[in-house]
């Protein structure tokens, strides 16, 4: 499966008016795609019902998984913008520009009626325990009337949440632990009863190879 055909983000085969030629979100979160490479981006592992902590590098116990590769991310969090390249958009399917909304990230809205919006935030906690404090409010009951779902993005470790499900209504959220202290955070929307939460997956894995990449 070709990844330009794949990695489309919108809703089944219409043209934007620009020659871009996009597949839908449900075929992306369905089957995932792959790079050049074979890598495939965006795969969730297994959701586990159960959390076994483990121990970070200051001795301490922790409920999230640890940060391996923590990304020097801090530039991003003001122009957040800069973490989806040209090209990468092009690929997604996206073919408005983005719009910073302060430090709650950026959003590129598009789709005939403007129908698809794509959120991405960098957000660093003052305490420095990031995705860790996600997986304490989910111990103490935070999202038992929505979803918890851990997964990996580009061997990160991540997890699908939000204390209210609006999944049916085809918007999902995802946050991705970098480093300690940040979380990328990559909200996904679309029309009701697509499945979203791949495709913010897939554009998590883009915004960190741009974070590797300097921002080229």
């Not at 794509?118 to 009337?145: I, M, R, S």
């Not at 209504?169 to 679309?190: N, P, Y």
Request: aromatic content about 6%; charged content about 15%.
């Amino acid at each position: 499966m070709g990844m330009h055909a794949t990695r489309g983000i919108a809703a089944t085969s219409f043209n934007f008016g620009l020659g871009i030629t996009v597949l839908t979100i449900a075929a992306l979160a369905l089957t995932g795609c792959s790079d050049s490479d074979g890598k495939t981006l965006g795969t969730a592992t297994t959701p586990s019902s159960t959390v076994t902590p483990s121990t970070n590098t200051n001795g301490e116990d922790t409920l999230a998984p640890q940060i391996e590769n923590p990304l020097p991310a801090e530039r991003f969090a003001k122009d957040a913008c800069s973490t989806l390249t040209e090209q990468q958009t092009s690929e997604l399917g996206i073919n408005q520009s983005g719009r910073q909304n302060g430090d709650d990230g950026c959003s590129w809205r598009f789709g005939p009626n403007l129908e698809y919006v794509v959120q991405v935030g960098l957000f660093a906690t003052p305490d420095g325990k990031g995705l860790e404090n996600t997986y304490k409010q989910n111990a103490a009951g935070w999202y038992k009337d929505g979803y918890f779902k851990p997964t990996t993005v580009g061997n990160y470790p991540a997890v699908y949440s939000n204390p209210v499900d609006l999944r049916p209504g085809g918007t999902c959220d995802l946050s991705v632990g970098i480093s300690d202290a940040i979380i990328l955070h990559v909200t996904v929307r679309g029309p009701a009863n697509e499945d979203n939460c791949q495709a913010t997956s897939v554009v998590a894995a883009d915004v960190i190879d741009t974070i590797k990449a300097g921002g080229q």
